[in-house]
């Protein structure tokens, strides 16, 4: 009979590339990896790892075995959601990974709605870039996750994963309270061109964005700021040390503390959720998403 443990952690191998990366993902030892996934081998009785450099692949054998793990892994998540549809209480653990403003504005609402519906279910909770966060939901770290998408900007398909969109929220240009606003949505942008500016980091779907928002309009932004921190980003607007672009969930249903100007189209970023398809019908699952979207409704009415 072969070790569940021990194929998930071949999976995760042809996942994540490394037995470094896998013992970080699973919290053990990279020696301890190397020893379960040695005694998967001798289980099978056949090589499924080869020495390349400093690293291994999997050998054909490996990879026929990959695919009938993820199988068999999902047949046992299947089971656990059978389980759980059968009782007429919502129980167990949900690992929610989310990002900095929907932690901010949608988590409260949700998680106090959930302890007095579903007292006995556990809501763990993570803040994590939505890269991140994909690949840990598909990857079990997670059982559902929270990404922003900028439009244009379409984030990977993973066909294990579902997608249900909860909201879209404004992006607006922000600038210090009380200068006077040009009436144009296309001069406002221009008359950033010589301003300093705050962006989220190099490589954030948020950041590209911006720039090419930017270069559309004709110009780079002259990044003085380099902040993940969207909290950040509104004291040094609001301080008038810098300009930038805020969605509408930064503020959580309360009164802006910058001026807000909107940007040419009027673009809204998009709010979604993704689960494993196979865990997807699990009654706790199910209880966080309608959490979540009630949360939404409230916080940033949806006008569509």
């Excluded at 990279?30 to 099978?44: G, H, I, N, P, W």
């Excluded at 690992?95 to 279910?121: G, I, K, N, Y």
Aim: aromatic share 4%; proline share 7%; with cysteine.
């Amino acid at each position: 009979m072969l070790d569940v443990n021990r194929l998930r952690m071949l999976v995760e191998l042809s996942r994540r590339g490394t037995l470094s990366a896998v013992a970080d993902a699973l919290s053990y030892s990279k020696a301890s990896v190397s020893q379960q996934l040695s005694a998967l081998e001798r289980d099978v009785g056949v090589p499924l790892l080869r020495r390349v450099g400093r690293g291994v692949q999997l050998t054909p054998q490996g990879t026929v075995l990959v695919t009938e793990a993820i199988g068999i892994l999902d047949q046992l998540e299947h089971a656990e959601v059978a389980v759980a549809e059968s009782l007429t209480e919502v129980t167990g653990t949900v690992r929610v990974a989310v990002f900095q403003t929907a932690a901010h504005a949608l988590l409260p609402p949700a998680l106090l709605a959930l302890q007095q519906q579903h007292p006995s279910l556990r809501v763990d909770v993570a803040e994590c870039d939505p890269e991140t966060s994909l690949d840990g939901v598909a990857s079990r770290d997670f059982d559902l996750m929270l990404a922003e998408q900028y439009p244009g900007h379409t984030r990977p398909i993973n066909d294990d994963l579902d997608r249900v969109v909860l909201t879209h929220d404004a992006i607006a240009l922000a600038r210090q309270p009380g200068r006077t606003a040009e009436t144009d949505a296309t001069e406002a942008l221009w008359a950033t061109r010589d301003q300093p500016w705050v962006l989220e980091p190099a490589g954030t779907a948020s950041r590209a964005w911006a720039e090419q928002l930017c270069r559309t309009a004709g110009f780079e932004p002259d990044v003085h700021f380099e902040v993940a921190d969207l909290t950040t980003h509104v004291r040094l607007i609001r301080a008038g040390l810098a300009v930038g672009l805020l969605p509408e969930l930064v503020w959580a249903g309360e009164p802006p503390t910058v001026a807000l100007t909107t940007l040419p189209g009027a673009p809204r970023r998009e709010i979604f959720s993704s689960a494993r398809r196979v865990s997807a019908a699990a009654p706790s699952i199910r209880a966080v998403r309608r959490a979540l979207a009630s949360a939404a409704s409230q916080t940033l009415p949806d006008p569509d």
